[in-house]
């Protein structure tokens, strides 16, 4: 079956860079979300899009951003990129009308920052 | 708001003796419960969830999962672990008819043979 696509798996930035991750959602998954995970965290909650809107809204900086596109495809755009921007970044999509919404994950996009 | 607690942030055991992972969580409505598993350099994998109904849940591969509303627990269990079984295990939490997922801090499960 298709999964969370996530793209690129590795990226490499300095500081004060710009980086974009992209997310291709399960197909006729309405519902996708961002995490960040630190080295040795748990998944923080970033942001989530249902029908191309803003749904939901977590600890996300203000030097993020994101979207979903008219292909429900979604990208986090992520600025002044800072040392503690490292982490594995999940995508994950879901059908917010199924019973227990369950939630499925991208591979993650490791983000290094140096 | 929900939040969970895994108490153990990491449990060694040898290879196939029993395991129980504790999770706790608070909520003031009700919750979907999750159990995710992390493979080293892995992604996200579902585990088991409970939804509603029968409060025991069980994975393809062998664990279990019990919800214990008056605990406010959703412990995951293992009769017999693998080498195999060597991951990071995250418990999370949805209120229902929300979608964001709340992580527990996670257990690192050691499998030595």
Known sequence: AAGVIQSPRHLIKEKRETATLKCYPIPRHDTVYWYQQGPGQDPQFLISFYEKMQSDKGSIPDRFSAQQFSDYHSELNMSS?????SALYFCASSVLRDHGNTI???EGSWLTVV | AQSVTQLDSQVPVFEEAP???RCNYSS??????FWYVQYPNQGLQLLLKYLSGSTLVESINGFEAEFNKSQTSFHLRKPSV????TAEY??????TG????????????LVSP
Do not use: M, N, P, W
């Open chain 1, 81 to 85: 990129l800072e040392l503690g921007d």
């Open chain 1, 104 to 106: 499925y994950f991208g």
């Open chain 2, 19 to 21: 395991v129980e992972l």
């Open chain 2, 28 to 33: 003031s409505v009700s919750v979907y419960l």
């Open chain 2, 82 to 85: 693998h080498i195999s079984d």
């Open chain 2, 90 to 95: 995250f418990c999370a939490v949805s209120a």
């Open chain 2, 98 to 109: 929300f979608q964001k997922l709340v992580f527990g801090t996670g257990t690192r499960l």
